[in-house]
């Protein structure tokens, strides 16, 4: 059966919650549509992680990044929501997402958005 976008990202538990380390995704193959053109906006999100209990699945992370192909999404807002939806699912330590989008109208953008628990 093939996959489908999904806004549900799993999570399994962290085999080493005594521990800081970090996990890094790379995800080169993210995209939008530009809410004012309806032009598709392509972008590698870069995603960095310490975990506190809960990690995310690989292939939810995937099919969620998928979702936004056909969604209208300023590069702050989309950037913003990633990582209030990874915090929302995993409750790490801390977060950066990092949307680094292609160039449109001549101009390159990228959004860093952190996140740190209290």
Not at 51 to 79: I, M, N
């Amino acid at each position: 059966m093939p996959s489908t976008p999904s806004k549900t990202l799993e999570t399994f538990d962290n085999p080493k919650p005594e521990r800081d380390y970090e996990i890094r995704f790379e995800c080169p193959e993210f995209t939008c549509v530009c809410p004012m053109t309806g032009q598709p906006d392509f972008a590698t999100i870069y995603i960095t992680y310490v975990p506190d209990q809960r990690c995310v699945e690989l292939k939810s992370l995937k099919l969620y990044l998928w979702s936004y192909r056909d969604e209208g999404a300023f590069h702050e807002a989309v950037t913003n929501k990633i990582l209030d939806d990874l915090v929302a699912a995993i409750a790490p330590r801390r977060a950066t997402v990092t949307g680094d989008f292609m160039v449109r109208g001549g101009i390159h953008t990228e959004v860093e958005a952190h996140y740190e628990a209290e």
